[in-house]
């Protein structure tokens, strides 16, 4: 599963303390490089309960090229009510990654429950929560769910459940049900409601939608005739498949960096519509990035557009901003001209 940066901040509950997790997974490549050595720094406060940063650093000769680094910060503390900042920063670059701020989840009368925490596994995503009840027995209601991008949420109702002391509650939600984009996951738990959000920014090729995606990119990379048995995959086999596509075009390392390529442009120059590439990040992704560009985003009369040039190609892409939406649309380089 990819997940790209991750750093939340994870609220455990429990009748007699209270834990406060800052936490990241990141690949490697997020992080700037000096010295062989990758260095980054995480930070949590909670006022007037504990305050703590710490440095680390690793030597990129024991990592692998796609090695993802994981590192966490703790606080434990006895109270239901406060606030917390945590930050991560890359100190290489000199640059804060992100910073989170928030204030304690709001607790039931007869139990207390956590925040709404994943981990990433090869079958999908498992959800799980921590239910401390404040009298026992308790019977509660539990669902699990989620919501893409521009959708309904899908709850999976697990009945009631009875909790006689602190329980982890968990559920897994399918690989094949998780696309690229956006994706909110969802407990409800008796009369209390946990939200989280992820952005999955790598493709995942169990996924009809992602794979539909993903083989239109290699065909405009490639050529349709390249991809004609990929296409006829079923989802069980794309795996071996996507290994087998690659192994006449330079093996897994060419296909990571395909893939990286991709991602990159998909950052830079994203879409307005969800699960599509746009032309920018196609001729990008085919290409790299151009040798020069000319940019006319303002413009009193005309359209918005751009001149990508690739000397060393002898290749020339116009991009324009046709509808105003910022996805610029490869055109022919007579549009300019009937633009103006």
């Not at 991008?149 to 509650?169: N, P, S, V």
């Not at 996951?185 to 409601?193: E, H, N, W």
């Not at 920014?201 to 065909?219: C, H, M």
Request: net charge positive; with cysteine.
């Amino acid at each position: 599963m990819g997940q790209g940066l991750i750093f939340t901040v994870q609220q455990l509950f429990y009748l007699d303390s209270t834990v406060v997790i800052a936490r990241m997974v990141a690949p490697a490549h997020h992080f700037v490089i000096k010295r062989d050595t990758v260095r980054w720094r995480i930070s949590l406060s909670v006022p007037n309960r504990c305050s703590r940063v710490e440095y680390r650093r690793i030597f990129v000769g024991n990592l692998s090229q796609f090695a993802t680094l994981k590192d966490s910060l703790r606080c434990a503390f006895k109270g239901e009510k406060f606030s917390f900042m945590a930050e991560l920063s890359d100190e290489n670059a000199g640059q804060l990654l992100k910073r989170l701020k928030g204030k304690s989840l709001k607790q039931a009368k007869d139990f207390l429950l956590s925040s709404l925490n994943y981990e990433y596994s090869d079958s999908g995503v498992v959800l799980w929560v921590l239910v401390a009840p404040k009298r026992k027995p308790l019977n509660l209601k539990v669902e699990f769910g989620y919501s893409r991008q521009w959708a309904t949420t899908k709850m999976y109702d697990l009945g009631e459940i009875k909790i006689g002391r602190d329980t982890i509650l968990s559920f897994l939600i399918p690989k094949e049900e998780l696309s690229y984009g956006k994706v909110r996951f969802v407990a409800k738990v008796g009369s209390l409601k946990r939200e989280t959000e992820v952005l999955f920014n790598q493709f995942n090729i169990e996924n009809d939608r992602d794979f539909k995606v993903l083989l239109s990119v290699l065909n405009f990379v490639f050529g349709p005739q390249a991809t004609q048995e990929l296409a006829k995959t079923p989802p069980q086999k794309r795996r071996e498949a996507w290994k087998k596509f690659w192994e006449t075009r330079g093996g897994d390392k060419a296909a990571e960096e395909f893939m990286r390529r991709l991602y990159t442009a998909m950052r830079l120059y994203p879409s307005s519509f969800r699960a599509k590439v746009s032309d920018r990040a196609l001729i990008y992704t085919k290409f790299g990035p151009p040798d020069e560009v000319e940019s006319y985003p303002y413009r009193m009369e005309g359209k918005p557009y751009e001149i990508w040039y690739y000397h060393r190609l002898g290749k020339k892409f116009i991009f324009m901003d046709l509808d105003g939406s910022g996805d610029y649309r490869l055109v022919p380089e007579s549009y300019i001209e009937l633009m103006r």
